[in-house]
Nanobody, 129 residues
C-alpha cells in the first residue's frame, strides 16, 4: 500500500511562492509517475503536473497550461519524493493539492484522476488578493 506525507501548503498573497513536498512510501515498482492534482471548491479535480520516475521515458514532465512557466516539478533523491515549486501564485490557484501516483508506467501523458493508483490526503493552498 502506498502511503503519502504531504507538506508545504498554506496561505500566501498573490504573486508569492510556495513549495509543496510529497514523500510516497510503499511504491513496489521501479516505473511510476508521480505528481499533483488540485481541487478547488465546487470544481472537478484537475491535473497540475507530473513527472516520471525514469529519465529515459518518452515524455518529460507534464504541466497543465494554467501553471506552465510558473510551477516547476522535480524528483527528490529518495524514491517516491516529489516537489512542486509554485511561483507567481494567483488567486485561482487556491485549492487542495493532492499528491498522487500511477504505478508501472513511465509516460506522463495520461495524468487524469481515473488513471491514478493512489492518492495523498491533500494539502490546502490559499492565495489571497
Amino acid at each position: 500500500e502506498v502511503q503519502f506525507v504531504e507538506s508545504g501548503g498554506g496561505l500566501v498573497q498573490a504573486g508569492g511562492s510556495l513549495r509543496l513536498s510529497c514523500a510516497a512510501s510503499g511504491i513496489g515498482w521501479d516505473d511510476y509517475v508521480i505528481g499533483w492534482f488540485r481541487q478547488a471548491p465546487g470544481k472537478k479535480r484537475e491535473g497540475v503536473s507530473c513527472i516520471s520516475s525514469s529519465d529515459g521515458g518518452p515524455y518529460g514532465p507534464w504541466y497543465a497550461d494554467s501553471v506552465k512557466n510558473r510551477f516547476t516539478i522535480s524528483r527528490g533523491n529518495v524514491k517516491g519524493t516529489v516537489f512542486l515549486q509554485m511561483n507567481s501564485l494567483k488567486v485561482e490557484d487556491t485549492a487542495v493539492y493532492y499528491c498522487a501516483v500511477q504505478l508501472g508506467v513511465i509516460g506522463t501523458h495520461n495524468w487524469f484522476p481515473p488513471s491514478v493508483d493512489a492518492w495523498g490526503q491533500g494539502t490546502p493552498v490559499t492565495v489571497s488578493s
